[in-house]
């Protein structure tokens, strides 16, 4: 089992920047690698990015490339998303996650609670 709590959401204006943090417990935090998924009210759950568990390998949706940087720190048992230029439709529910199965990228094994990004214009 591993627990995952998100923090860092809230309210930006168009074109600035948040930093989401993802603190987890439970087994060892290096074995997974951890993603970052989004939902707003009535659409599905869509993938933002992900990385691997050494942190070599980096994955991001199309809608989030060149603004979006994910990272981890397996010292602290934390992933990062630095979100830059920030538009309206970022808005969303942010939910951390975590697999050891290869994944990460599709259906991951454990989830955060979330947390709201509001992007205003």
């Known amino acids: 089992q591993v627990q995952l709590v998100e923090s860092g959401g809230g309210l930006v204006q168009a074109g600035g920047s948040l930093r989401l943090s993802c603190a987890a417990s439970g087994r060892t935090f290096s074995a997974y690698a951890m993603g970052w998924f989004r939902q707003t009210p009535g659409k599905e759950r869509e993938f933002v990015a992900a990385?691997?568990?050494?942190?070599?390998?980096?994955y991001y949706a199309d809608s989030v490339k060149g603004r979006f940087t994910i990272s981890r720190d397996n010292a602290k048992n934390t992933v990062y998303l630095q979100m830059n230029s920030l538009k309206p439709e970022d808005t969303a529910v942010y939910y951390c996650?975590?697999?050891?199965?290869?994944?990460?990228?599709?259906?991951?094994?454990?989830w955060g609670q979330g947390t709201q990004v509001t992007v205003s214009s």
């Open positions: 996650a975590a697999d050891h199965r290869g994944l990460v990228l599709t259906i991951p094994a454990y």
């Open positions: 990385i691997s568990w050494s942190g070599g390998s980096t």
